[in-house]
Structure formats: C-alpha cells, structure tokens
C-alpha cells in the first residue's frame, strides 16, 4: 500500500513562489497519474494540475495553467508542483494522490490520499 506525503506548503506573500513535494513511500508510484488538489474551509477539493506516470501528459486546471508545473521524478518516486505568482486565492490545504484513471482531474477517480500541506498566501 502506497502511502503520499505532501511537503512544502507555507506562508508566503502575494508574488512570491513555492515548490511542494508528493513522496510516495512504502511502494512506488507504478504506471499511475499522480494530481495535485487543494482544498478550503466549507469547500470540495479542487483539481490543480496532474501528470502521467511518464510525464507525456502534463494538464491543469485553467486558473493555474501558465503559473504551476507539475513534474515528477520517478527515480525518486516525488512529484513536485512548482508554483509561481501565488495569489492570496490559492491559499488552501493541498493534496496529492493516486490515479488510474489517465486524465482524470476528478477527486473521485484518486486514492492514497496524503495529509496534506497548508499553503498560504498574505497579501
């Protein structure tokens, strides 16, 4: 069983850059796409950006395409999203997990959720 550990989150300002990181331990990621969504207070997590497990297919959410990267480095089973021109409206919880499902961007395709890292932006 694979378990996901986001890392990186942080309080930054309105600008500024941050680079998460989704560790698998306990197994590798496989031939699996891997996304990135966030969550807020009272709110269902949203899709941020996801990629496949031989990075041929790379895909955001529109709000996000153009600011965030998502990578990964299967050597070290770690998927990273680079994300630049944070906005006050991108502070959230954010999650990596697991998919079968290629392309999907819907919450309940994942599984092997992580903790989560809590990001946040001031203005």
């Known amino acids: 069983q694979v378990q996901l550990v986001e890392s990186g989150g942080g309080l930054v300002q309105a600008g500024d850059s941050l680079r998460l990181s989704c560790s698998a331990l306990?197994?590798?990621?496989?031939?699996?796409?891997v996304g990135w969504f966030r969550q807020t207070p009272g709110k269902g997590r949203e899709f941020v950006a996801g990629i496949h497990w031989a990075g041929d297919l790379t895909y955001y959410a529109t709000s996000m395409k153009g600011r965030f990267t998502i990578s990964r480095d299967n050597a070290k089973n770690t998927v990273y999203l680079q994300m630049n021109g944070l906005k006050p409206e991108d502070t959230a919880i954010y999650y990596c997990a697991r998919s079968w499902a290629y392309g999907s961007s819907r919450a309940t395709d994942f599984a092997s959720w992580g903790q989560g890292t809590q990001v946040t932006v001031s203005s």
């Open positions: 306990g197994s590798a990621l496989g031939t699996a796409t």
